[in-house]
């Protein structure tokens, strides 16, 4: 069987968060805290090691075919990069039905329009961590500021941020309040999939959108239901070196 390396950002996930000092003997190691209930995280007891604990996530992953390699080269060309890592596969994180509409029950306003600084907007809850999505404006902390009080109405609120979408590009800025931080990220996973939803309104069916971020492209899937969001999964290329065999 074939075996393959990739890297996954796991801070893309959902109130994924990093930590320092929580190992007296090490203070200096770094933890990256991920919110199990935030990302359909399910922990439970190994079947057949009663002394050991599993966190399982799901994952889709498939190979990408070559027409989106080609154009991945030549795009890569064009910039006049000629080191280029040509994505073999393509992995979503893949939420169920049963854990959207959970969300969507403890949220019975998931999705609702608003309006800050006369600029329309798309405010999208997804459980502890919420994102206002809006269209042709120019990233700033200032419109932040001004959006921030609409977050104010839910102090449930773990993390939240406004996605700036200009055509296929998302800029993420994202604010978690106990950790004093607002920060533009490389890219945000939660962000990727509110303004999927966001630009899904009115659509009925399946609806799919890449979109471009500093740190890369992330890939989100919504299907809705009579308007209702009833499945929806996020997910990013991975670059799959070669099998290597090593004989012990």
Not at 9 to 20: P, R, T, W, Y
Not at 35 to 64: F, H
Not at 71 to 77: D, F, N, P, S, T
Not at 213 to 225: D, E, F, K, L, N
Request: proline share 6%; glycine share 8%; charged share 20%.
């Amino acid at each position: 069987m074939a075996s393959y390396n990739g890297n996954i950002d796991l801070l893309s996930l959902n109130g994924a968060q990093v930590f320092k000092g929580i190992d007296s003997k090490n203070p200096e190691r770094v933890y990256v805290c991920i919110p199990a209930d935030l990302n359909e995280i399910k922990v439970e007891q190994a079947p057949k090691d009663p002394t050991r604990t599993l966190a399982k996530m799901r994952v889709n992953i498939w190979p990408l075919n070559e027409q989106y390699k080609a154009k991945v080269r030549q795009a890569a060309l064009e910039r006049g990069d000629s080191n280029v890592t040509v994505p073999t596969h393509e992995m979503q994180m893949s939420y169920s039905v049963d854990y959207i509409k959970a969300v969507a029950q403890k949220f019975p306003k998931l999705v609702e329009q608003v309006e800050v600084a006369g600029t329309a907007g798309t405010l999208v809850h997804l459980g502890g961590i919420a994102h206002l999505v809006v269209q042709g404006v120019v990233p700033s902390r200032d419109f932040f500021a001004a959006a921030e009080p609409i977050f104010a109405e839910d102090p449930m609120l773990e993390a939240y941020g406004v996605c700036f979408i200009e055509g296929e590009r998302m800029t993420p800025l994202v604010k978690v309040p106990e950790a004093g931080t607002l920060v533009f990220e490389g890219s945000c996973g939660s962000g990727t999939l509110a303004s999927a939803i966001a630009l899904s309104r009115g659509c009925d069916g399946d609806f799919s959108v890449a979109l471009r971020q500093p740190a890369g492209t992330v890939y989100a899937s919504v299907t809705r239901q009579a308007g209702a969001v009833t499945a929806a999964s996020i997910g990013g290329s991975v670059a799959l070196e070669a099998p290597i065999t090593v004989a012990i």
